[in-house]
C-alpha cells in the first residue's frame, strides 16, 4: 500500500511563549529546504498553507491562541479530508491544540488517537496553575480536557486525548500534578538515560498505538539535548540525544496507523550556524521517509 501525499502546514505561532522566536520557525524550515529533503526521501511533499497567529485581533495574549488554535484545526482537518497525511510544524507548542484536536476529530467515528509527546516539558498546566500563564505550558492539558475552553473545546468536545493513549518522553521538568491525577505515563529524563531512548520510544509508541485508531508524534525540540539543537524556544540541558531519536524513530510512518507528525519549538533567532535546522530535517525525514517497498512499488 502506497503511503498517502504528505502535506505540510506551517504553524506561524510564537505568541504562545515567553520569547515568540518560534513565531519564525516555520518559515526559516521552509527556506532551510525542508519540502526538498522530504521529497528526496521518496515521499510526495506539498506545502500548504501557513496559519499565522493574529494577535492584533484578539484581547489577550490566551484569545490570541484560542483563535489560532481554531483556525489551524479547520486547516488541519481539510487535510485529512482529502486523505492526506498532515506534518504541522511550528511555532511554539501551542499549537498542539489545533493540530491534535483535528485528528481526534477526523478519527472519532473509528475510535480515539493516541499521541507521543516528545519534551522537555510537560505542558500541562492549565490558566490556574500557570505563573507564566504562556499558552504554549498548557496543550497537553487541553486535549486531555482542561484549561481554557477556548481551547478544550474544539469541534464542541473535549477529551481529544485520554490520559491512558499518551506517553511524554524526555521531560526534565517536574512542575504540574495534574499528569500524575491522571495517571498519565511520563518518562523522566533519568529513566531515558537509563533504559536508552529505544526502549522508551517502544514502549511509548504501545501506549499510543494499542487500542486506538491511530497515533502520532508531537515532537518538542527542547526534548533533544542542547548540543544537538540549540536554536529551540526553551533549551534545557541534558536531553535527548538527536542519534538516539533518529535510530528509534526510524520508519515510524510505515505504520498504516500512524497518521500523523507534529514538530515544534524551532527557534531560528537561536540556531547560529543552522545546526537545529539540520536536526529538524533529519528527525522529520527519518520518521516520514517512505519504506523499501513503498519505493520499489511506485519504481
Ligand atoms: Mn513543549
Not at 521552509?30 to 484578539?58: C, D, F, I, N, Y
Request: aromatic content about 6%; hydrophobic content about 40%; proline content about 5%.
Amino acid at each position: 500500500m502506497s503511503q498517502p501525499v504528505l502535506h505540510i502546514v506551517g504553524a506561524a505561532v510564537g505568541e504562545g511563549a515567553s520569547d515568540g522566536g518560534c513565531k519564525w520557525g516555520s518559515n526559516a524550515l521552509k527556506e532551510h529546504g525542508l519540502q526538498r529533503a522530504l521529497a528526496a526521501t521518496g515521499r510526495t511533499v506539498t506545502w500548504g498553507e501557513t496559519v499565522s497567529a493574529q494577535p492584533m485581533l484578539a484581547s489577550s495574549r490566551l484569545g490570541a491562541i484560542e483563535g489560532f488554535s481554531e483556525h489551524l484545526a479547520q486547516t488541519v482537518a481539510q487535510v485529512l479530508h482529502h486523505r492526506q497525511q498532515p506534518l504541522v510544524v511550528g511555532g511554539d507548542h501551542s499549537c498542539a491544540v489545533g493540530t491534535w484536536s483535528a485528528v481526534a476529530e477526523h478519527l472519532r467515528p473509528q475510535g480515539r488517537v493516541g499521541l507521543v509527546w516528545i519534551d522537555a516539558h510537560l505542558d500541562a498546566h492549565t490558566p490556574d496553575t500557570s505563573d507564566t500563564q504562556a499558552p504554549h505550558g498548557m496543550p497537553l492539558a487541553a486535549l486531555l480536557g482542561h484549561g481554557s475552553v477556548g481551547m478544550t473545546d474544539l469541534f464542541g468536545w473535549r477529551g481529544k486525548l485520554l490520559p491512558s493513549q499518551v506517553a511524554i518522553i524526555g521531560a526534565r521538568s517536574y512542575e504540574p500534578a495534574l499528569l500524575n491525577q491522571l495517571g498519565v505515563r511520563v518518562m523522566y529524563m533519568p529513566e531515558v538515560l537509563e533504559r536508552g531512548f529505544a526502549a522508551c520510544f517502544a514502549e511509548a509508541r504501545a501506549i499510543a498505538s494499542t487500542g486506538t485508531a491511530g497515533w502520532g508524534i508531537s515532537f518538542d525540540l527542547d526534548g533533544l539535548d542542547p548540543r544537538d539543537a540549540p536554536g529551540t524556544g526553551t533549551p534545557v540541558e541534558q536531553g535527548i540525544r538527536l542519534a538516539d531519536a533518529l535510530q528509534a524513530l526510524d520508519g515510524c510512518s510505515h505504520d498504516p496507523q500512524f497518521v500523523a507528525m507534529e514538530l515544534t519549538e524551532y527557534n531560528p533567532l537561536r540556531d547560529f550556524g543552522g545546526q537545529t535546522a539540520r536536526a529538524a530535517t533529519a528527525l522529520l525525514c527519518t520518521v516520514l521517509a517512505p519504506s523499501a517497498a513503498t519505493l520499489e512499488l511506485a519504481a
